[in-house]
């Protein structure tokens, strides 16, 4: 019997914005490679992006039942639904536009990310490295929006950058939201890196590879192997970077809501907000 009760509500809205956030990620790939607005293709990314997260939130984990205790109770059948409904429809966007790898990537790895991989009597369990999970996601992201790109760009050195800022940008992501969730995944033994090396140092490990992966963005747009999209690139340096300055695990539990969702604010929100501001520039100048 079908239940949408709040805990599965809460469930199916999870990946809302991250889904939101993708497109928009692969919409400012575009703008690197200089490849016009699709929004087709866009929508059928977010699809993807939403079926990938929801098909994880919706198998049973143990730190889950502590990271999440909100979600619980939710029918997970219906999230695997949701899962499975989002899929075809990215799947059939993207054959549209004559797209056939990029869609089964990460679905494939997300698969493999939420049940592990089992070599003999063994279970490998991609979540449990030190930043390896952090790796996966960054390789999943990086690899499959430059796959897309690739369908309108032709250029291996744009294609590398993009590969290589989504890479960076997705592994720096992933590692901020563990913070969220040292509690679950220290009482589940996995081992993330604010977990194995302590928040402080992680954040200061997080700053180094924002500037690194900037100035080595910026080296691009000044040899033009990028298009000229200073703005988003300050953003993303900026922002982030002051973020993570005085960011911990103790604003999850402060009382005021700007404080508990400032993490979804800077991170998920980044792109957008990179967008945002791209736009108020060209209208100043």
């Known amino acids: 019997m079908i239940s949408l009760n709040k805990p599965t509500l809460d469930l199916l ?13 692969l919409h400012i790939a575009f703008l690197l490679a200089g490849i016009p607005v699709w929004i087709p293709i866009y929508c059928a ?9 929801t098909l994880d939130r919706s198998m049973d984990c143990a730190e889950d039942s502590i990271n999440n205790p909100g979600r619980r109770n939710a029918d997970h059948s219906i999230g695997l639904f949701a899962a499975v409904a989002a899929f075809f429809s990215g799947i059939f966007l993207f054959v549209l536009e004559g ?21 003999g009597s063994t279970t490998y369990s991609l ?4 930043g390896g999970k952090n790796c996966v996601i960054g390789f999943t992201w990086g690899c499959t929006i ?68 900037h100035v080595f963005m910026m080296s691009a747009l000044i040899t033009g192997v990028i298009r000229n999209e200073w703005v988003i ?13 005085f960011y911990s695990s103790s604003f999850e539990e402060k009382a005021g809501v700007i404080c508990r969702r400032l993490r979804e604010i800077v991170i998920i929100g980044e792109p957008a907000l990179s967008l945002a501001a791209r736009s108020c520039t060209g209208v100043l100048i």
């Open 127 to 130: 979540k449990g490295s030190c």
């Open 233 to 245: 690139l300050l953003y993303g340096l900026c922002i982030p970077s002051l973020f993570l300055l």
């Open 99 to 119: 797209i056939y790898l990029a869609p089964f990537l990460p679905i494939f790895i997300g698969f493999l990310y939420t049940r592990g991989v089992r070599i």
């Open 45 to 53: 990314f977010a699809f993807i992006v939403y079926a990938t997260y």
């Open 13 to 25: 809205n999870s990946s809302t914005m991250v889904a939101f956030g993708g497109a928009v990620r």
């Open 146 to 213: 430059a796959l897309i790109t690739s369908h309108w760009c032709t250029s291996i050195p744009t294609l590398g950058v993009i590969f290589v800022f989504y890479f960076s940008k997705m592994f720096v992501n992933s590692v901020v939201f563990d913070f969220k969730d040292i509690r679950g995944d220290r009482a589940a033994g996995i081992r993330t890196l604010p977990v194995w090396i302590g928040e402080k140092v992680t954040r200061v490990v997080l700053i180094v590879i924002i500037v690194v992966l």
